[in-house]
Nanobody, 117 residues
Framework: QVQLVESGGGLVQAGGSLRLSCVMS????????MNWYRQAPGKQRELVAA???????NYADSVKGRFTISRDNAKATVYLQMNVLKPEDTAVYYC???????????WGQGTQVTVSS
């Protein structure tokens, strides 16, 4: 059974930093494109950052220059380094794994990030 387990969320003041981690178990990690999504109360889930199997990354405009996604294939882990956090970054952050060739996707359970002003 494939599992994605996020960690690293919490409460931080505006301007602070957090580092989210997502560990995959039960599957070979390398073929998956890894994404971080977030969902704020009353809003739709949105894609924050993505990293391909080759290490190319993309970001939502709202987080460019502040967030960095990275992956460690040996540890089957994807990270999201979040700097200069703003109150509008408050949301539940979800890890997502997509294996496009096989049409497979997995989701983590989410981790809460709260940024106080």
């Amino acid at each position: 059974q494939v599992q994605l387990v996020e960690s690293g969320g919490g409460l931080v003041q505006a301007g602070g930093s957090l580092r989210l981690s997502c560990v995959m178990s039960g599957s070979f990690f390398r073929p998956f494109t890894m994404n971080w999504y977030r969902q704020a109360p009353g809003k739709q889930r949105e894609l924050v950052a993505a990293i391909t199997t080759g290490g190319s990354s993309n970001y939502a405009d709202s987080v460019k220059g502040r967030f960095t996604i990275s992956r460690d294939n040996a540890k089957a882990t994807v990270y999201l380094q979040m700097n200069v956090l703003k109150p509008e970054d408050t949301a539940v952050y979800y890890c997502n794994a997509v294996y496009f060739v096989a049409g497979i996707t997995y989701w983590g359970q989410g981790t809460q990030v709260t940024v106080s002003s």
